[in-house]
């Protein structure tokens, strides 16, 4: 009997030790998080009281499921597109342009900050959600699924901004399309619309047309493509048409912005096919009130400061040498400036034309003044030789107040008398036979006219004993020639 009893309680206590183990393992974790519990009051005791209801919503502690298995990352392979092995998958893309924040001539290229948002479907990335609330993400997220692999054409440079963190959104959202329901109380499963954001800043070539320059517009142009992807694979398109593109007031320095709009291409390649290709087109019309403070004023006064060469005596060689001088050096300053400002083209720009004339002008003046010098010393050898200057006359002594030459500091001596000969009362009775038979021949009739060629010989030296006469002609032809080349110049280029 004894062990009978025995044998009952042995049978007891080894029916009742595991429920005595099980409760002893459920103690510790009430007394763990009740110290918790302790501890979070204990802390807020001066801070104030926590909102329970407000820690009963927060989604990150009510769900015990984690992204990657919310949207069932681990048993799809995203390094495949959405749909592999059917339709093209469309992709639409939407930019918002935030600046452009440089133009450089010298380099072609152009940089810009802008916002890139990409959407496509994919139904992989489904998840069960009781309401139609978006899900957004950051960057961590965009590198475990499929995304599209978009890149600047004729792109030099770019980066995503990353302060304070990689400035990259994911929006995984339903659009309200049931693809099927499962049996799952409050749950439904939706087709997924993705939205990716980029912030990037981007420096692209732009093919810029200076002949014009600078009253130039230029047409430059950010491209988008993607990079893997044909048009079998992947269909690029504006996702709201020409409502795609939008921008911010954008206030450039040396330049106007004319229009912005998108547009869209194909491009091909021998040994991939082809692909969809987007345009963000914008004309840039260049500002011409900075080049007229820089360039052209200053180069029409060096023009006009040459024309006072005109107005110096001619005898005042160091005055219209220096001053000649000053106008070519200045001239060539301005064009050496201009040209270490832009790219080393092939082809003629308006401002060179426009730099070069007045260049030219510049140059003729001081060319006049060595024609009108070496006529003047020519004239005057003749006189001194023919006996109209004397020979103790002083040149440096009469120019050494003012630079010019008075008359009255001249003593033109008459010619002297020549003795009469037989041969001369013989040509003076000629003479005067001469002129009284002239004088007796009728006037010439009506509608005749007397003409007597002077030869080129006898201009010249006309031009050379009067050599004042060209500074006289010069005082009105530069100007108005001048004047008429910057009306056909400004005509010209104004209207294109």
Not at 25 to 45: A, C, F, I, T
Not at 166 to 179: A, Q, S
Request: proline letters at 4%; one cysteine or more.
């Amino acid at each position: 009997m004894n062990l009978v009893l025995l044998a009952f309680r042995l049978m007891c206590l080894a029916w009742l030790w595991p429920v005595t183990l099980l409760n002893g393992s459920h103690r510790p974790n009430k007394r763990r998080h009740k110290d918790v519990y302790l501890g979070e009051n204990s802390k807020n005791q001066h801070g104030g009281r926590i909102d329970f209801k407000m820690k009963k919503s927060d989604s990150t502690k009510s769900l015990l499921i984690k992204s990657e298995q919310l949207l069932r990352i681990e048993d799809h392979d995203f390094a495949m597109r959405p749909g592999f092995g059917g339709a093209a998958i469309p992709v639409g893309i939407d930019v918002q342009v935030e600046s452009i924040d440089s133009i450089s001539e010298v380099n072609m290229d152009f940089t810009m900050t802008l916002y890139l948002r990409h959407y496509w479907q994919d139904d992989r990335l489904a998840f069960p959600s009781s309401s139609n609330r978006s899900r957004t993400f950051d960057a961590r997220l965009v590198k475990k699924i499929w995304v599209p692999d978009v890149f600047f054409v004729h792109s030099k440079r770019s980066f995503i901004h990353d302060t304070t963190m990689e400035n990259i959104m994911l929006r995984v959202y339903p659009d309200g399309n049931i693809l099927y329901s499962v049996s799952v109380p409050s749950y439904t499963i939706h087709i997924i619309d993705c939205a990716l954001r980029f912030r990037i800043t981007v420096t692209a070539l732009c093919a810029m047309d200076f002949s014009s320059f600078p009253l130039d517009t230029q047409n430059c142009s950010l491209e988008l493509e993607s990079y893997a992807y044909n048009e079998n694979d992947l269909m690029l398109y504006w996702k709201n048409g020409n409502d795609s593109l939008r921008t911010d007031e954008i206030v450039l320095s040396q330049f106007f912005i004319e229009e912005f709009h998108p547009s869209f291409g194909l491009a091909f390649y021998s040994s991939t096919g082809w692909y969809n290709r987007l345009y963000i087109n914008f004309i840039l019309r260049r500002h011409i009130f900075f080049f007229m403070l820089q360039t052209y004023f200053p180069t029409m006064l060096m023009v006009m400061l040459s024309w006072v060469s005109f107005w110096i005596d001619r005898r005042a060689v160091p005055a219209r040498v220096s001053l000649g001088i000053t106008t070519v050096l200045t001239m060539s300053t301005i064009i050496t400036g201009v040209s270490a400002s832009m790219p080393q083209v092939s082809y003629v720009k308006a401002v060179d034309i426009y730099l070069w004339a007045s260049f030219l002008f510049v140059f003729l003046s001081v060319i006049e003044y060595a024609t009108v010098n070496y006529f003047t010393t020519v004239e005057e050898m003749k006189k001194l030789k023919g006996g109209k200057i004397p020979a103790n006359f002083n040149a440096t002594q009469t120019m050494a107040f003012d630079g010019c030459y008075h008359d009255n500091d001249i003593d033109l001596m008459p010619f002297p008398e020549l003795p009469s000969t037989p041969n001369t009362e013989r040509s003076r009775t000629a003479t005067l036979r001469n002129s009284r038979n002239s004088a007796a021949e009728p006037p010439p009739t009506e509608g005749t006219r007397l003409r007597r060629k002077k030869s080129i010989k006898h201009n010249l030296s006309f031009i050379m004993s009067n050599s004042y006469m060209i500074d006289s002609y010069s005082r009105v032809i530069f100007p108005m020639t001048y004047l008429l080349f910057n009306i056909i110049y400004w005509s010209l280029y104004s209207s294109r």
